[in-house]
Nanobody, 126 residues
Framework: QLKLVESGGGSAQSGGSLRLSCKTS????????LAWFRQELGKQREGVAF???????QYEDSIQGRFIISKDDSENTVYLQMNDLQPEDTAMYYC????????????????????WGQGTQVTVSS
């Protein structure tokens, strides 16, 4: 079972920043493709950002330019730098990983990921 442990969530003011971390099992960032999803209460889980094992990043359209996904292979960690946070960014944020999605052009679907972390809450106030 792949280990995914998120941290870094918390509270922020509108316009503020937070950096989420997802610590994975050894070599996971080299062998899996990883993504950040988020889920508001009562809503469906939605993709935020994706990083291929080769380092290529993709973003959900509404996020572009505000969030940056990156990975540190030496630390087995994936990051999500979130800038200019808005109240609508309030959600539980989840890290996800899968191998097969590396071969798929469309990453933005929870069903394409078989490994999930427990989530970290982000709350943004206006």
């Amino acid at each position: 079972q792949l280990k995914l442990v998120e941290s870094g969530g918390g509270s922020a003011q509108s316009g503020g920043s937070l950096r989420l971390s997802c610590k994975t099992s050894a070599y996971a960032t080299l062998n899996f493709c990883l993504a950040w999803f988020r889920q508001e209460l009562g809503k469906q889980r939605e993709g935020v950002a994706f990083v291929h094992r080769n380092g290529r990043a993709q973003y959900e359209d509404s996020i572009q330019g505000r969030f940056i996904i990156s990975k540190d292979d030496s630390e087995n960690t994936v990051y999500l730098q979130m800038n200019d946070l808005q109240p609508e960014d309030t959600a539980m944020y989840y890290c996800a990983a899968d191998r097969r999605v590396c071969y798929d052009d469309a990453w933005n679907a929870p069903l394409k990921f078989s490994n999930w972390g427990q989530g970290t809450q982000v709350t943004v106030s206006s």
